[in-house]
């Protein structure tokens, strides 16, 4: 069974730091290219980045662009996601998922506020 587990969220400052983990089992991941997703109260679900099996290649929306940075550590089962100088419009639920699935965990809830 895919078991996709966030962590990592909490209350972060504006022009603060925070870094996200996805835990990823039940498939090899290391074959697999992943998303991260993030969702704010009352709105649709958002993309927001992806990173392909070996991490040489990452995407991302223009939203997070220059701030985020995706990773992963293929031996460790584990992505990342490093949010940098975050603002207010980031305060979201951040999920991971499989390219080409949707989110199915619980998340984890990421405040950004002073």
């Known amino acids: 069974e895919v078991q996709l587990v966030e962590s990592g969220g909490g209350l972060v400052q504006p022009g603060g730091s925070l870094r996200l983990s996805c835990v990823a089992s039940?498939?090899?991941?290391?074959?697999?290219?992943m998303n991260w997703f993030r969702q704010a109260p009352g709105k649709d679900l958002e993309w927001i980045s992806t990173i392909n099996p070996d991490g040489g290649f990452t995407s991302y929306a223009d939203s997070v662009q220059g701030r985020f940075t995706i990773s992963r550590d293929n031996a460790k089962n584990t992505m990342y996601l490093q949010m940098n100088n975050p603002k207010p419009e980031d305060t979201a639920v951040y999920f991971c998922a499989q390219h080409g699935t949707t989110p199915r965990g619980q998340g984890t809830q990421v405040t950004v506020s002073s």
């Open positions: 039940g498939f090899t991941f290391d074959r697999y290219t």
